[in-house]
């Protein structure tokens, strides 16, 4: 299994609230992704990044942002939670992107509820 | 817009073959993979299709047509241990993965 772990697993909090999500991995792939899933929706794409402070806006970037400051931590963050925001948080890695099968590795996943 | 579908649930039974249907347009097309993901648990790899015809690799194969946009995953000789949900994920001209909602695959003794 590739080594991924996500800080916490479970969290409570409050709306309004700043919440900070972590993703760590030991496998020194180069893209890091971050993903929330919830019922009767795909996994969305939140944020990636593709290098050390490199990172990029996914499909529903709003409310979140990001950052990676070593190859294996990439931190999400929610800047003031809303009850929308309650979500399954998945973090994956790849060691490459194009054309190929790159799969993804995904994290345990974070379970978040925003009261 | 993107849009990848599949049904939402299917029921089968123990030993016996289903066939789990993607339909998808996206922007570009650059592999389509498949992921099975346990109820609570991250998903984990399947299969990866690129060139149209069928991967097989053991009791799961995965089929692809690029020409109507569409693939099947094929799980034979059922176990109890497959109930879960597949997702099918297609690559887009941006190598990004656009995600189906799954399907729950129910296994019934």
């Known amino acids: 299994d590739a080594g991924i772990t996500q800080s916490p697993r479970h969290k409570v909090t409050e709306t309004g609230t700043p919440v900070t999500l972590r993703c760590h991995q030991t496998e020194n792939h180069r893209y890091m992704y971050w993903y929330r899933q919830d019922p009767g929706h795909g996994l969305r794409l939140i944020h990636y990044?593709?290098?050390?402070?490199?990172?990029d806006k996914g499909e529903v970037s709003d409310g979140y942002s990001v950052s990676r400051s070593k190859t294996e931590d990439f931190l999400l963050t929610l800047e003031s939670a809303t009850s929308s925001q309650t979500s399954v948080y998945f973090c994956?890695?790849?060691?490459?992107?194009?054309?190929?099968?790159?799969?993804?590795?995904f994290g345990p996943g974070t379970r978040l509820t925003v009261t | 817009g993107q849009n990848i579908d599949q049904p939402t649930e299917m029921t089968a039974t123990e030993g016996a073959i289903v066939q789990i249907n993607c339909t998808y347009q996206t922007s570009g097309f650059n592999g389509l993979f498949w992921y099975q993901q346990h109820a609570g648990e991250a998903p984990t790899f399947l299969s990866y299709n690129v060139l149209d015809g069928l991967e097989e690799k053991g009791r799961f194969s995965s089929f692809l047509s690029r020409s109507k946009g569409y693939s099947y995953l094929l799980l034979k000789e059922l176990q109890m241990k497959d109930s879960a949900s597949y997702l099918c994920a297609v690559k887009d001209s941006n190598y990004q993965l656009i995600w189906g909602a799954g399907t729950k695959l129910i296994i019934k003794p």
């Open positions: 994956a890695i790849s060691e490459e992107e194009g054309v190929g099968s790159y799969e993804q590795y």
């Open positions: 990044s593709y290098g050390v402070k490199d990172t």
